[in-house]
């Protein structure tokens, strides 16, 4: 059974699942919620799918390319949905992925409904380079000025505001970073699975993303990783009841968000596991604080 | 192309249904009830087991669907909402809704196959002459059943003192407490109510389209959504304008233009509308303060 | 007769009310006082189950309020009018005093049906009349809150507490914001009030209302009772005065 775990398609999976929970964790440490995710997803898929094997161009400038039309669009649809109320960037994203679908239908160099196979196939080395990357990236980014202010908007829009702080400015960046993320990982996907279809993005897969940041933690970035990787090997582990795989989410959101609101891994936990490590660097220092 | 739209208006008055179970809850509780569309699958699936595996005659099925609702109702209120309320955030209630229509699409699809269940009723295929054009007998009955439901619905809203207690608990939940309200059980029956109209707009559908199919619900769940905003968020009569208005311009999309782009269209309608009227056709800016 | 015995909350380490007694006995109108941040509105939302109490209890009428939800205490005659309490944008003056929770018709299956609301309804319309015409409402009733003056509406959510069945009053505040002319008014209706025998249990800032009108009066500082009498004892003691150092009102 072991043999599941490390074939290349499973580690590009689990690589990409960290990355759509994180990319979905981003605009939610901003209080932003993405309903369409799985349109910026395939978006990127899609544009990237086309560039390598419609029109041969090289796959780091595919890559960019998906990175950057998600980036664009996640801060388009947000944009106009801010111009009111939050909760309608997050409805506008929902807008965003059903328009995306029918044009994914409709497109016929693309294959229409039945889809198209893409060529180049991305190796595991990859994918966990990017995955590195955007770790990295996003740990800075917390701990960062923006970062907090993303948390302050969180706790407080109102607040936040009084504060002098452009919220809406933030919010739109955070979507705009979450959908560069998002964008990553479709043309990941595209490149790993190689057949896409306008079926493959539909609305569960923005459902994995939240599963992944809310059932791990969305006061973290560890959060979503956890439970991107959790959920990959749990999932994976019960590979013979993947019918049921739905079921299983929903249960775990329900029972976790009911016992657990902030998730498994709250920022207390992050805390502690840092304080932990920074005790075994300073022992010295830390030797008689009580932490 | 009167024809289409009397054909858009009977559309739309299912799609008026629709929206107004996603309006309810959203007008007590400020959250987007995400069950509602697998409740709507429920109801044509249990129009399914009812009157084609069992036989059973209209008058038992339609208390029957309706006491599903009831069920499903209440089941949503207790494992989703009771808890999740209390976190602030306004997406854990939906997430927590989703997983419940995760669970129920699930069931459904692994229990009853992949393939359509049909519905069939012995007036199924009759039509109707108005003129030289003709509809189906099924139509006649969705569109005026959904208006009895939704007038029954308005009254209940303005004339009866839970109605009022409704609209006191959906503006200010704290004093009505203070003034007696027992706030949980209001939610309680506005779910109810929210349930047995999902229910029952799922067996109407059901019935017009002659089958029922695990996953039903989410076009036409989302599309409900979609309508609320149109129509503002927090007004009953907005979903039930923006439903009949989606209707037309869903079947004369389908007709003039192609079928392929009319699940699109009410889409297209919503991005414009907020482009120009950003809180809806009959939204009012209190109401969104509170949705916050 | 509202009983408060050795009532405690905490909130984390900062103790709002500590250890406080208060009673309150029926017709009389019982004050309140202390500088801002003492803990009053915490002890009123404390009787009103808003806020559970970590330790004591709260006796009314001889039930114990222990373990009961918000409604259920109001159910059982205590009306309450918050400073953040507000009537019902969306419903009219007459609506708003519809909406009570007293009567086992709001929230149950029978609600929905008509006839037997429709009994019920009569009796609750006179007696609407009968309270808005002390409050001075009358006239107004088909109007939205958003037209009523601010005195209006502060009234008018007591009389909506009183219609409600409310035999004891808690009142935080309710000439917060208004001039000289309106809190007279306001103290005429508090007297007018106690005539008819409510109790009324009262949170001011201004003094003078205080002194004015009440019976008895109760100081907090800091979460803790260091006053309690008529309002000649709790003027002239030394505890209060050195409270009250400080502050612009009296």
Redo the contacts between chains.
Sequence with gaps: MIENFTTPLFLDLLGINILLGVSWYIP?SC?Q?SFGHCGLIGIAAYLSGAMTTLLGLPFPLAILAGMGISCLTGILFSA??L??????A???T??LA??AV?VF??VPATGGIMGFLVVPKVTPLIVWIGVIFCLVFTWRLENSRVGRTFEAIKTS?IVSATLGLNTTYFKIVAFGIGGAMAGLAGVFYAHCISWIEPHTFS?WLT?MS??FA?VGGWETMWGAATGAVLLTFLLEAFRFAS?????I??????VV???R?SGLVTRGNVRTVERFFLGMMNRSFVRGRKG | MIIQIVNGLMLGSLYGLIALGYALVLGILGIFNMVQADVFMGGAVLGWIFITKLHLPLIMVIPAVMAGGVLLGLATEFFCVRRSLAVGSYFVPIATTIGLGLVLTTTVSNWAGANPLPISVPFQFTQVSLGDASFPLTNFIVFFTSLAIMSILAFFLKRTSLGLATRAVGENPEVSQLLGINTTRVIQMTFIISGVIGTLSGLLFGVMTGAAHPYMGEVVGLKGICLVIIGGMGSMSGAVIAAFIGGIAEVLTSVYWSVKYADAVLWLIMFIILLFRPLGLMGKVEELQRLQ | MLKIEKITKRFGGVIAVNNVSIGVAKGEIHGLIGPNGAGKTTLFKLISKVLKPDVGRIVFNGIDLTGLPSYQVSRLGIGYVFQDSLLFRTMTLFENMLVCGNTPVSSGLLSLLPYYQAKKEEQLIERISEVLEVFNLQGKVGWYPNQLAYGDRRRALIARAIINGASTLLLDEPSGGMNAIEREEVSKDILELRRQGYTIFIIEHNLRLMMGICDQISVLNFGELISQGTPENVASDKAVIEAYIGTKNG
């Design positions: 939610a209080g919620f106009i949905g111009k009111s109320k939050d909760i309608y997050a409805i506008m929902l807008a059903q328009i029918v239908k409709a829009n609305i459902v939240f599963t809310l019918n049921w795989r739905p079921l989410y929903g249960i775990l959101i329900m968000l009911a016992f609101p």
